[in-house]
């Protein structure tokens, strides 16, 4: 009886080791990913056209892209939210400031944008796979499927929209100003202090 929970030890162990290495590996290169992001969204736009390109192709799995596209928006609304919602009076010190005359609180995103990449890349990945499995071309009519999900993402947005003009967030950093400070004489001159 000893022998043959051995064998199994030694069977597993071969199998334990490598997924440990394959992971090892994969955070090492995701860790290197972090601060490229423009580098990332370009491979998962390649990643999405790869997707498109095959349900175009295979003229099918309507239902998969469907609630792909639903998945998506639910990330979109979690990457537009702060992490602290003011609606629910939440005041741990992390709200977002109403007034004008209230301290100025950073944006946090609920969703950060590392993990709204990798979710979207690992959505069209799985769903990718899933368009070489027969089980998952359910057969609909996809103009309404399309037109359920435009009407749904445009609610949505407009909800999103009206909650950031009612607590008067932006979550984009795009053309706020930034503040360098001031370059003092000495550093301009050339001379420099210790």
Not at 21 to 42: C, E, G, I, K, N
Not at 112 to 124: D, G, L, M, S, V
Request: charged share 20%; aromatic share 18%; with cysteine.
């Amino acid at each position: 009886m000893e022998g043959v929970g051995g064998d199994t030890a030694s069977a597993v162990a071969p199998l334990a080791k490598w997924r440990n290495d394959f992971s090892r590996a994969f955070q090492y290169y995701l860790d290197r990913s972090t601060p490229h992001p423009v580098q990332r969204w370009l491979g998962t736009l390649l990643v999405a056209a790869i997707y498109v390109l095959r349900v175009f192709y295979v003229q099918g799995f309507y239902v998969v892209s469907y609630g792909l596209g639903i998945y998506i928006l639910n990330l979109l609304i979690g990457f537009l939210s702060p992490k602290v919602d003011p609606e629910l009076d939440v005041l741990d010190g992390a709200s977002l400031p109403t007034k004008g005359s209230d301290e100025f609180k950073p944006f946090i995103r609920r969703l950060p944008e590392f993990k709204f990449w990798y979710a979207i890349t690992k959505a069209f990945c799985i769903a990718f796979l899933m368009t070489f499995f027969s089980l998952f071309d359910v057969p609909v009519f996809w103009p309404i499927l399309l037109c359920y999900w435009i009407v749904l993402f445009v609610l949505t947005m407009k909800r999103q929209i009206m909650h950031m003009i009612k607590y008067k967030y932006i979550p984009f950093s795009i053309g706020k100003q930034r503040y360098t400070g001031k370059r003092s004489s000495a550093s301009s001159s050339g001379v420099s202090r210790d």
